[in-house]
C-alpha cells in the first residue's frame, strides 16, 4: 500500500469509517421519525379539536376559523353528520373507508 500503510489498518479504518456513518444515519433517521410523529400527533389533535367545536354545534364562527386555521384545515362550505350504531358492522366499514383520516378521532365521541 502506498505511504507505507499495511492494508489491514486501512481496512479496519474503512469499517470503523463505515459504521460511523451508518451511526449518524440511524441517528438522522430516528431524530426525523420523532419529528415526523410529533408533528402527526399535534395536527392530529388540532383538527380533533376542530371536529369538536363543529360537533358542539353552538361555537362562535371565530373559534371555528381560529381552531381550522390551527388545524391547517380549509373550513367546508357544507358539512354533513352522520350518527351510526357502532355496533353496526356496514356502518363501520363505511366510515372507516369514506370517513377523512383528519376526523377520525371524531368516531369516539357519543
Known amino acids: 500500500m502506498s505511504h507505507g500503510i499495511p492494508a489491514d489498518a486501512l481496512a479496519c479504518l474503512g ?19 420523532q419529528d415526523h410523529s410529533a408533528a402527526v400527533s399535534t395536527r392530529e389533535r388540532f383538527r380533533g379539536e376542530l371536529a369538536a367545536l ?9 373559534s371555528i376559523r381560529a381552531a381550522a386555521a390551527r388545524a391547517h384545515w380549509p ?12 355496533d353496526n358492522e ?5 366510515l372507516s ?7 377520525g378521532c371524531a368516531r369516539g365521541i357519543h
Open 54 to 62: 363543529l360537533l358542539s354545534g353552538g361555537a362562535a364562527a371565530a
Open 15 to 33: 469499517s470503523a469509517l463505515f459504521a460511523a456513518v451508518d451511526q449518524r444515519s440511524a441517528a438522522s433517521l430516528r431524530g426525523y421519525l
Open 75 to 86: 373550513i367546508p362550505r357544507e358539512t354533513a353528520a352522520v350518527l351510526a350504531d357502532p
Open 97 to 103: 373507508s369514506t370517513v377523512t383520516p383528519a376526523f
Open 90 to 94: 356496514v356502518a363501520r366499514a363505511l
